[in-house]
C-alpha cells in the first residue's frame, strides 16, 4: 500500500553543493514530464528566489485537509486512492481560481495555455522527476514520518552548531546578525 509523499527541500548548507543553486531544472523537467516541452511556467514546482543569494524550491505539501480541494466549487480536486494526495481533475477545472487564493502557501498556480489549475501530482509515481533529475540533490520525495524524521535532523543539526548566530536561523539560511542580550 503506497504511502502519501511530499516534494521536501532538503538542503545541506554544510555542503559546498547541499544548497538549491537556482538553476531551475526542476522546473524544466517538470514541465517536460507534464507537458512535453520546457516551459517553467507550466510547472508544477517553482524555484523562488528570496532576492538574498538564497534559493528555494516550492512545490504542494500534499495536506491533510487541504484548503484547495475545500476552496474547489466544481469538485475538480479529488482524491487519488493510489497516491493517497489529491489531483486536480483537468475535465472538471474552470480555472476560476479560488484553489489559487485558498492555498496557505501559495503553491497552486494557472497554466497559463490551458488555464487550469496546477499542481504537483508526484508525477503519478514514487520517483518524481523533480527528486530523479535535481543537480544538487536537495529535492527528496518523502512521507509524512521520513519528513518528520529529516526535519528533527536539520533542526537539531542547527541547535548544535557552533556558531550560536546560526542557531536562529531555520532552514540554513544565510546567519542572521543578533545580539544576544548580557544576562
Same mark, same amino acid.
Given at each position: 500500500?503506497?504511502?502519501?509523499?511530499?516534494?521536501?527541500?532538503?538542503?545541506?548548507?554544510?555542503?559546498?553543493?547541499?544548497?538549491?543553486?537556482?538553476?531551475?531544472?526542476?522546473?524544466?523537467?517538470?514541465?517536460?514530464?507534464?507537458?512535453?516541452?520546457?516551459?517553467?511556467?507550466?510547472?508544477?514546482?517553482?524555484?523562488?528566489?528570496?532576492?538574498?543569494?538564497?534559493?528555494?524550491?516550492?512545490?504542494?505539501?500534499?495536506?491533510?485537509?487541504?484548503? &484547495?480541494?475545500?476552496? !474547489?466549487? *466544481?469538485?475538480? @480536486?479529488?482524491? #487519488?486512492?493510489?497516491? +493517497?494526495?489529491? =489531483?486536480?481533475? /483537468?475535465?472538471?477545472?474552470?480555472?476560476?481560481?479560488? &484553489?489559487?487564493?485558498? !492555498?496557505? *502557501?501559495?503553491? @497552486?498556480?494557472? #497554466?497559463?495555455?490551458? +488555464?487550469?489549475? =496546477?499542481?504537483? /501530482?508526484?508525477?503519478?509515481?514514487?520517483?518524481?522527476? &523533480?527528486?530523479?533529475? !535535481?543537480?544538487?540533490?536537495?529535492?527528496?520525495?518523502?512521507?509524512?514520518?521520513?519528513?518528520?524524521?529529516?526535519?528533527?535532523?536539520?533542526?537539531?543539526?542547527?541547535?548544535?552548531?557552533?556558531?550560536?548566530?546560526?542557531?536562529?536561523?531555520?532552514?540554513?539560511?544565510?546567519?542572521?546578525?543578533?545580539?544576544?542580550?548580557?544576562?
Amino acid at each position: 500500500m503506497a504511502k502519501k509523499k511530499r516534494i521536501v527541500y532538503t538542503n545541506r548548507p554544510w555542503e559546498a553543493t547541499g544548497i538549491c543553486s537556482g538553476c531551475k531544472l526542476c522546473e524544466l523537467w517538470c514541465s517536460l514530464q507534464h507537458n512535453g516541452a520546457f516551459n517553467p511556467a507550466r510547472a508544477r514546482i517553482r524555484v523562488v528566489e528570496l532576492g538574498t543569494g538564497v534559493d528555494v524550491p516550492v512545490t504542494c505539501q500534499q495536506c491533510t485537509d487541504p484548503a &484547495c480541494q475545500a476552496s !474547489c466549487n *466544481f469538485e475538480a @480536486i479529488v482524491y #487519488d486512492d493510489k497516491l +493517497k494526495i489529491v =489531483l486536480v481533475d /483537468d475535465g472538471k477545472c474552470t480555472g476560476c481560481r479560488d &484553489c489559487v487564493g485558498a !492555498c496557505p *502557501f501559495g503553491i @497552486i498556480t494557472i #497554466d497559463p495555455q490551458t +488555464k487550469k489549475a =496546477l499542481k504537483c /501530482d508526484l508525477c503519478g509515481t514514487e520517483d518524481p522527476v &523533480c527528486v530523479a533529475k !535535481c543537480p544538487s540533490r536537495v529535492l527528496g520525495a518523502l512521507g509524512d514520518l521520513e519528513a518528520g524524521e529529516y526535519n528533527r535532523r536539520r533542526f537539531a543539526t542547527l541547535l548544535a552548531a557552533e556558531d550560536e548566530t546560526l542557531r536562529y536561523v531555520p532552514g540554513g539560511e544565510e546567519p542572521i546578525e543578533k545580539k544576544l542580550e548580557k544576562r
